[in-house]
């Protein structure tokens, strides 16, 4: 992904022209002149009323639709003088050209060293120099809020913004957030001609929706595209809160920042990123969504910074073969993993192997979805959660803690070990080979004094916990949410799981990268 100084812009689209369906009664079968058999006149009588009913909703459809406009000139002239250009200017130290080193009392030391300070008037002092870059922004109320990226304006000594009639304002930031790379400045725009733009729903925008970008391209000045949302929801890894809208609008250097419309003159996002090989658009361009920018606008002007909720947990997608291990009859929500000792979740009673469905009264889809939500919410308030625990939704007050750079999001274990003597046994079910834990496994393994579980000394190539990423060395902690101890436990489990007619079960997995749950398929047994 690319993003400093490259905003997605949208190529032009031109308008489809929808044909007007027309039926007529020779379009439809009619019955002979001389049949008046009351079940072909009902047949008929309801096969035209069907004709009818389907005309009347596809012409109904067609109405609603929203074609393309003939041209995007009257929105394009309104939303200009809301759209600025963003110049920064950072003053860089360089020492030139260094001399070479060379060994002491070198013949050529004298040489170089009159060389480099003839070259250099000051010799090899520091040279500070002036290094600019331009980037976009949009004007969002009459105070002189500008909204731009964080990395358009990161690392700036000195920043100005560009009206459209290239009068220069000097800007002051108001706030900056890194997670988002969404940035505001302020600037004063007394005796100006601006025009403040509304901020809209992305929510309400669908795939296929013609938006228009208006931006920076290369220094150019402002330059107006137009094209579609071309998917939503999108995961770019630029940050924890990913949830980009993608359009085919070119993205290039210098549209950062800038405003992606729709068709109402509303901003649904601000233009951010691109995919691209070559460093131009190739038609694969990212907006944050107005959902996402919206409450973090709000706070930078407000506070100056962002102020985010934390949980406390560490999470995991629900699989279908976790939802199956479960009881649930989708694969939704997400699957609390650990729990931050001490932290909200653990004092609103979470526990580990809980699967949160609805937090704060909205939706957990999936996993990543919850971040985003909890993020979202007012700080040291009380929230609902709904979680799914023993076959059974389960509701739970949650106090909403405030989210600190240095906090961890995956708890320190703290179980207690405990060993056993008992020789390796091969679980088919699993293709594991399992032993509970020993001094010798301890050494060979490099295993915590007090690990605590069921020691996996052996994986069996093409059976399904290979396939889910088991490894030697790992420790089964928990079966079916279950806490197990020996080979015998894990024996036990496996086959209470297949009693009950489940497909698969659910392990905690204690591996390299911490505490993780982990669906098995059983096999044939």
């Known amino acids: 992904m690319i993003p400093t100084g490259m905003v997605p812009h949208v190529t032009e689209g031109q308008g489809v022209k929808m044909n007007q369906i027309r039926l007529s009664q020779k379009d439809a079968p009619i019955a002979a002149a001389d049949d008046r058999s009351p079940l072909r006149m009902a047949g008929f009588g309801a096969f035209a009323a069907a004709i009818a009913l389907a005309a009347f909703m596809i012409m109904t459809t067609v109405a609603q639709a929203r074609p393309a406009p003939e041209s995007f000139a009257d929105l ?84 100005e913004v560009i009206l459209q009639d290239d009068t220069r304002l000097k800007a002051k930031v108001v706030g900056r957030d890194q997670k988002t790379d969404i940035a505001v400045l302020k600037v004063d725009l007394k005796g100006q001609k601006y025009h403040a733009i509304s901020l809209g729903d992305s929510e309400k925008s669908r795939v296929g929706d013609w938006v228009v970008a208006i931006g920076n391209p290369f220094g150019l000045g402002g330059t107006v595209t137009a094209g579609i949302i071309s998917a939503r929801g999108r995961d770019i890894s630029a940050g924890p809160y990913d949830n980009f809208i993608q ?96 932290g909200p979740a653990a004092k609103g009673k979470i526990q580990r192997g809980d699967v949160i469905l609805t937090f704060n009264k909205r939706k957990v889809p999936d996993m990543r979805k919850l971040p985003r939500i909890v993020a979202d919410t007012e700080v040291g308030v009380d929230v609902p959660v709904e979680v799914w625990r023993e076959n059974k939704k389960i509701d739970l007050k949650v106090k909403v803690g405030e989210l600190q750079e240095q906090e961890q999001q995956v708890a320190a274990r703290t179980d207690k070990g405990a060993g056993s003597d008992a020789k390796p046994q091969v679980v088919e079910d699993l293709g594991l080979t399992l032993s509970a834990i020993t001094d010798d496994a301890v050494q060979k393994f490099k295993l915590e004094p007090d690990a605590k579980g069921v020691l996996v000394t052996d994986v069996l ?38 009693d009950a007619g489940r497909k698969s079960v659910l392990l905690l997995v204690q591996g390299q990268n911490g505490l993780r749950f982990v669906a098995i398929r059983l096999g044939k047994g």
């Open 247 to 342: 359009t085919d609008a070119s993205i290039n250097r210098g549209n950062s920042g800038g405003p992606l419309f729709n068709l109402d003159g509303q901003v649904i996002g601000i233009n951010t990123a691109i995919f691209s090989p070559s460093g131009g658009s190739v038609g694969i361009g990212f907006a944050v969504p107005m959902s996402t920018a919206k409450p973090v606008i709000s706070q930078l002007i407000k506070h100056g910074q962002v102020k985010r909720g934390w949980l406390g947990v560490h999470i995991q997608q629900v699989t279908p073969e976790v939802a199956e291990s479960l009881g649930l009859k989708e694969p939704v929500g997400a699957l609390v993993a650990q729990v931050v000792e001490d």
């Open 461 to 498: 190539g093409a059976g399904p916990a290979a396939e889910k990423g088991v490894r030697p060395g790992d420790l089964i902690v928990e079966v079916g949410q279950e806490e197990v101890g020996n080979p015998d436990d894990v024996v036990r489990k496996v086959k209470e799981a297949r």
């Open 76 to 159: 394009a002239e309104k939303l200009l003088p809301s759209v600025v250009n963003i110049s920064t200017t950072q003053v860089i130290e360089s020492r030139g050209f260094e001399m070479p080193q060379l060994p002491p009392g070198s013949p050529f030391e004298d040489f170089f060293k009159e060389f480099f300070d003839r070259g250099q008037p000051n010799g090899n002092k520091p040279q500070a120099r002036k290094a600019t870059s331009l980037g976009s922004g949009f004007i969002i109320d009459n105070d002189g809020h500008v909204v731009t990226n964080n990395h358009v304006i990161q690392d700036a000594d000195e920043i």
